[in-house]
T-cell receptor
Framework: GENVEQHPSTLSVQEGDSAVIKCTYS??????FPWYKQELGKRPQLIID?????GEKKDQRIAVTLNKTAKHFSLHITETQPEDSAVYFC?????????????FGAGTRLFVKA | EAGVAQSPRYKIIEKRQSVAFWCNPI?????LYWYQQILGQGPKLLIQ????????DSQLPKDRFSAERLKGVDSTLKIQPAKLEDSAVYLC???????????FGDGTRLSIL
C-alpha cells in the first residue's frame, strides 16, 4: 500500500538535547528516503536524504539511519538549537507503473526550548 | 539558480467558482509535481509530470481538478468548481528526475468561502 507513518506528531526538547523522529514504510521496493524541514508559512526544504544501498548518512548535526529489513528510517538531530524548531516530514519513494512517486509522512512538529 | 516560482501566493474564492495556479520549475528539471497540503498534514501528491507527460495522477480528483504542462516547462493546475474541502496550500515542486531531491515553490494558499 501507499503509506508512510511518522512518529511522534509533536516533539519538545530542551536546547542542546537530541531529537529523534521515526518513520515506517510499506513498499519493499522503496529506494529513496528524503527528509524535509518546513518552517511556519514557508516551503518544505530538503535537509538530508538516503538511498537504500546505505544504512546511515550524516551531515553535521543531522543523521539519517535506514533499516530496510524492518522498513523503517529515522532522523537524528544532535545539539538542537531554537532554529531547529519546525515541522519535519519524512518521505519514501513508492513504486508505481513505470517508476516511482514520493509519499510523505504526516509530519512532526519539533519545539526546541531555549 | 532561480527557484521554483508559483503564483498567485494567495487566493480567496467562493465555492463553485474556478481557480487556476501557475508554476515555473527550475530550468532543466524534467519532473514536476503538484501537491495539496491541508493544514497540519503532509503534502499529498496530486499529479506528477515527466517532461510534458503525466506519469501519476491517481490522487487527482479528476471530476474537478485538471493540470497540464505544455512544452514540458511551465504548468497550470485548475479547480472547477471549487468545494470547501479544497481549502489548502497548493505546492509545486520540481526535480532533475524522479527519485531525486525535490525543490518546492512557496505555494498558493487557497481559501474557499
Amino acid at each position: 500500500g501507499e503509506n508512510v507513518e511518522q512518529h511522534p506528531s509533536t516533539l519538545s526538547v530542551q536546547e542542546g538535547d537530541s531529537a529523534v523522529i521515526k518513520c515506517t514504510y510499506s513498499d519493499s521496493a522503496s529506494n529513496y528516503f528524503p527528509w524535509y524541514k518546513q518552517e511556519l508559512g514557508k516551503r518544505p526544504q530538503l535537509i538530508i536524504d538516503i538511498r537504500s544501498n546505505v544504512g546511515e548518512k550524516k551531515d553535521q548535526r543531522i543523521a539519517v539511519t535506514l533499516n530496510k529489513t524492518a522498513k523503517h528510517f529515522s532522523l537524528h538531530i544532535t545539539e538542537t538549537q531554537p532554529e531547529d524548531s519546525a515541522v519535519y516530514f519524512c518521505a519514501a519513494s513508492i513504486q508505481r507503473t513505470g517508476g516511482f512517486k514520493t509519499i510523505f509522512g504526516a509530519g512532526t512538529r519539533l519545539f526546541v526550548k531555549a | 539558480e532561480a527557484g521554483v516560482a508559483q503564483s498567485p501566493r494567495y487566493k480567496i474564492i467562493e465555492k463553485r467558482q474556478s481557480v487556476a495556479f501557475w508554476c515555473n520549475p527550475i530550468s532543466g528539471h524534467a519532473t514536476l509535481y503538484w501537491y495539496q497540503q491541508i493544514l497540519g498534514q503532509g503534502p499529498k501528491l496530486l499529479i506528477q509530470f515527466q517532461n510534458n507527460g503525466v506519469v501519476d495522477d491517481s490522487q487527482l480528483p479528476k471530476d474537478r481538478f485538471s493540470a497540464e504542462r505544455l512544452k514540458g516547462v511551465d504548468s497550470t493546475l485548475k479547480i472547477q468548481p471549487a468545494k470547501l474541502e479544497d481549502s489548502a496550500v497548493y505546492l509545486c515542486a520540481s526535480s532533475l528526475a524522479e527519485n531525486q531531491p525535490q525543490h518546492f515553490g512557496d505555494g498558493t494558499r487557497l481559501s474557499i468561502l
